[in-house]
């Protein structure tokens, strides 16, 4: 198996875990701190990483349109992670994960229109499933 494929199923795995964890930690404070208290552990987590990894020095060889993209990105994840949640703290978490999960084909739609990443069959057919299983949770 390639090692993307497996740093994926880690990533999937640990974000299941992020959201269950967050709805119980979210219990008498507000979304918007807990989000800061996860956000200020991650901060120190990626700090160090990159520190002990000696990763800082890569700084050289950023340019200009990848810290413009970096910071865009960052604030794109900000700005998701706020409303995911205000989303989890008034609703169910598997119904919030779920939504915010068909981000894949938002994500799909970008990659081969700006990336120019191959639409296939299979991945065509697997984002109209996320759609419909999305609107299988939010149809009242």
């Known amino acids: 198996m390639q090692t993307w ?10 974000a299941g875990l992020t959201s269950v964890l967050a709805k119980y930690g979210l219990q008498n404070i507000s ?23 000696a990763k800082y020095k890569e700084f050289a060889n950023l340019t200009t349109l990848q810290v413009t993209l970096l910071i865009a990105s960052g604030i794109t994840t900000t700005l998701s992670w706020i409303f995911y949640y205000r989303a989890m703290k008034d609703g169910l978490v598997s119904y919030v994960a ?9 994500t799909l739609l970008l990659s081969f229109f700006l990336l120019k990443e191959p639409m296939t069959p299979k991945i065509i057919v697997g984002a109209s499933l996320i759609f419909m299983g ?3 949770l939010i149809w009242k």
Request: no cysteine; hydrophobic share 70%; glycine share 6%.
């Open 134 to 136: 999305m609107i299988v």
């Open 5 to 14: 494929i497996i740093y994926a199923i880690i990533s999937m795995i640990f």
């Open 31 to 53: 979304a918007d701190f807990g989000l800061g208290i996860r956000t200020t552990v991650i901060f120190v987590i990626i700090t160090a990483v990159n520190l002990v990894g």
């Open 98 to 106: 779920a939504i915010d999960k068909a981000s894949i084909i938002i």
